[in-house]
């Protein structure tokens, strides 16, 4: 059976604050603080298992390998002389899985194909490494290349983000959808990190119809705020959109570009005066999972955040309160990843597919989960001071957690 898997990335052992991100607050924040593999990584598999007790499928994909032994060497560099590039070869950021690549349903696409393309991610020197390693797992778990296509990245003259930047309305996950790209012009101080010749390549390399497409501009302010992606500020499923009153450039033209193909659109705008756009970035209110769940009704995962914080809270009450079409939220802690700007919607990239139909490697389970735990806990440092990165002895006991994880998934040909 067609259904949305959400497949979160597991946080690798050298997950570090490096403040690599420039335009992302949490990031830059927290920069040189002590970092938790650990725990992070735990966090991790306790939100896989909140959202598998919903009822709800959950896929998974592992760390690439880092330190990336192939980075200083190809840029005549060394972890004695060279602190920032050495922070970028231990970035543990694939963990975002919601940037590993673009995904089009088959219902969408024009050979009836669920199409991928990994995002290429070249705003950011540690995050532009990714994808050759993040194309490599796609290629195994949806080899299947009847219900699946993967294409090459979008050649690097234009940044594409992947699916942070990509909302997708719908009847149901399983019938044909309106894909509305969201990208970047400017942002102040900091870059617009997805390109729109970016979102229209993967649309058109997609095989999507132009009559189901939507391309949107993002509000520079919202990126001069920190919201580096779009969705930092507004989310979709089915037929709503979750969205902060200064997400897009033009708001109600995109409200009306997107109801003009997908006129059942229904939208939930969280207005200024009761959630400031500052605030919605701060406690990460829309990198939510807007979730269907198999009673049918819709539910937000939230970030613990977003409950610690009485204006969030309150709109959130006034919201389950109200007769909308999102009835439950349900908060989760991912605090390691929350302070590097990654929420729960950052962690998880969507795919609508037959779960039959994927290597059943990169599906979890309740006793893969366990068997994570224990591999986690046996193998991932416990604590990383920025001091420690570039460390010899650490960089071999990563390297070497991350193949204890591979051999317990038996997936030692990504070794
Ligand atoms: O690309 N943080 C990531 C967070 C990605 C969040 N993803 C989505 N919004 N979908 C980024 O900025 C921080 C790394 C560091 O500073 O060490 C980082 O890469």
Known sequence: MVTEINFDGIVGPSHNYAGLSLGNLAATSHAGDASYPRAAALQGIAKMRHNMALGLPQGFFVPLPRPNPDYLPRLGATPETDPVLTAQSWSASSMWTANAATVSPAPDSADGRCHLTPANLVTMPHRAQEWPDTMRQLALAFADRTHFALHDPVPP??????????????????????????????????????HEQASRAVARLHGLDPARTVFVEQAPEAIAAGAFHNDVVSVANERVLFTHAEAFADQQGAYDAIRA????????????????????????????????????EMGLVVPTECTDSPAVSAWLDSMVASNGPIRRVLPVDVRQSMANGGGPACLRLRVVADPATVDPRFILSEAKADLLERTITANWPEQIDMADVGNPALAKDIVAARQALLEALDLSELG
């Open 157 to 194: 003259t234009f940044g594409d983000e992947g699916a942070a930047n990509h909302m997708r309305l719908c009847e149901g996950h399983g019938a044909p959808g309106v894909e509305v790209f969201v990208y970047g012009r400017s942002g102040g101080a900091f870059p617009a990190r997805q």
């Open 261 to 296: 193909k997908f006129p059942a659109l229904e939208v939930v705008e969280v207005p200024s005066d009761a959630v400031s756009l500052g605030e919605a970035i701060k406690t990460y209110l829309f990198n939510a999972q807007l979730l269907t769940l198999p009673s049918g």
